[in-house]
């Protein structure tokens, strides 16, 4: 008999997990849809060379890839962006542009398993490609707020830097060449520490002074303002710039929506991954910082030149939801309260069962969910223990006459009633 393992960083999902997980995806589906965006999907392989180098190095070392049957060098998607920039390049001439996509899916990384990381994850993408402005970059940010609000969490904090801000800074203290591995160390900030981040930046730089001066740019004082800090980092890099008017155009469009407060402009950020190009962004929960960021993304306007004429500038957001489920876990979230597989269990005695299809399909037309116990005249023990398994308080019963009744499986109480009068008893609980 074959052992039933699950791969390391891999994991079954109950019902008890999957409900929520489901329910928090339609709630941003609402939230995506409400600001004109549109669902995707592509495939889960994509050809190797299509995916391997657009992360950088480590990414690419967790890439799944291997040669299929046909001997074709194939990989699994590691994100859901860079198969996002090959879909642009096939199916160009069919979309509307600007175009608002997003995309909610499964992708796989071989990188060591923790809390709230795993090798198979979902992600909830929400991209748009073709316009690169202060606009656009805010509605990718308003979107992220509002997701939150909708699934009513409390305490989020979204912390944004600018990439070509920071390169405008290497370029001024003569170490631009250095970008790629300097943005990869200082990604790495609140994993190995300042101390440890400063040692490996005197080794790439060779020079102590400059290795300062990056500590310099990438610390902020708990009480400096969002646009403090960019009148900071634009003395830093040499002056007023483009990144830093953008940065000042974002805020702006913030404070016009109201939501500038859960914004703060952190310079540590870079993002570990070579196609940010402009504005790029991480949340963290307050009460549980230690868990990292549920939320990410920024802008990228060459990714889609590597496979393609037409070089669309793109901006986005990924909500990693395994991260945020286990966050609101710990949290006690009520979007993770126990969930019941049904509102309702019609149990019946053999012979019921034409009484009972007419029952469930009343209850259904009514919008209440409700599960048949398929096993006719099973003992009443083994009907509990299902319901119990199921998390279901209501149960609909028949007497000999198949007369209707409702228990409630938490008082005990029953109460004989026709369906018409237990769909409304128990849309008033639900509500």
């Not at 008890?16 to 339609?26: A, Q």
């Not at 939150?148 to 600018?162: D, M, N, P």
């Not at 943005?183 to 490996?200: F, H, N, S, Y």
């Amino acid at each position: 008999m074959i052992e039933p393992l699950v791969l390391k960083g891999f994991r079954d999902s109950l019902p008890k997990t999957e409900i929520p997980r489901r329910k928090i995806m339609r709630m941003l589906e609402d939230v995506f849809t409400s600001y004109g965006f549109v669902p995707i999907d592509t495939p889960a392989l994509e050809y190797t060379n299509v995916l391997l180098g657009k992360g950088g190095g480590e990414t690419d070392k967790q890439i799944f890839h291997f040669q299929d049957n046909g001997k074709r060098e194939v990989a699994m998607r590691f994100d859901l962006t860079v198969p996002f920039a090959r879909f642009l390049a096939t199916n160009f001439s069919s979309l509307p542009i600007p175009f608002k996509r997003y995309h909610m899916s499964k992708v796989w990384r071989g990188e060591n398993p923790q809390k709230g990381r795993y090798r198979e994850f979902i992600q909830c993408d929400f991209d748009m490609v073709g316009a690169d402005n202060a606009l656009s970059d805010y509605e990718i940010l308003s979107l992220m707020d509002a997701s939150f609000k909708a699934l009513s969490i409390e305490g989020y904090t979204f912390h944004v830097s600018h990439r070509g801000l920071f390169n405008t800074f290497l370029e001024h203290n003569g170490i631009l060449d250095k970008s790629v591995d300097i943005l990869r160390l200082v990604d790495k900030l609140r994993k190995i520490g300042e101390e440890e981040v400063t040692k490996q930046l005197i080794e790439l730089t060779e020079s102590e002074e400059k290795a300062k001066k990056i500590i310099s740019y990438i610390s902020r004082a708990e009480d400096e303002n969002f646009l403090d800090c960019v009148n900071r980092l634009e003395a830093l890099a040499g002056g007023e710039c483009e990144s830093s008017n953008r940065l000042r155009e974002i805020y702006a469009l913030l404070q016009a929506q109201g939501i500038e407060k859960h914004f703060i402009l952190d310079p540590s950020i870079t993002r570990g991954l070579d196609y940010y190009t402009g504005i790029v962004y991480e949340t963290f929960l307050d009460e549980l910082p230690s868990i990292g960021s549920v939320c990410s993304g920024g802008r990228y306007n060459n990714l889609t030149s590597l496979y393609s004429k037409e070089c669309l500038q793109g901006v986005g957001s990924s909500i990693g939801l395994d991260r945020l489920l286990a966050a609101l876990e710990e949290l006690k979230h009520p979007l993770l309260k126990e969930v019941a597989n049904a509102d309702v269990i019609i149990y019946m005695k053999e012979g019921q069962e034409k009484k009972a299809v007419e029952c469930a399909s009343i209850l259904r037309g009514e919008g209440i969910k409700t599960d048949i116990y398929l096993l006719p005249g099973k003992k009443m023990k083994a009907f509990y223990d299902y319901a119990a398994k199921c998390g279901t308080r209501f149960v609909v019963m028949f007497d000999d006459d198949c007369k209707e009744s409702l228990k409630d499986l938490i008082t005990r109480d029953t109460t004989a009633a026709d369906i018409n009068t237990i769909a409304k008893i128990i849309k008033e609980h639900n509500s």
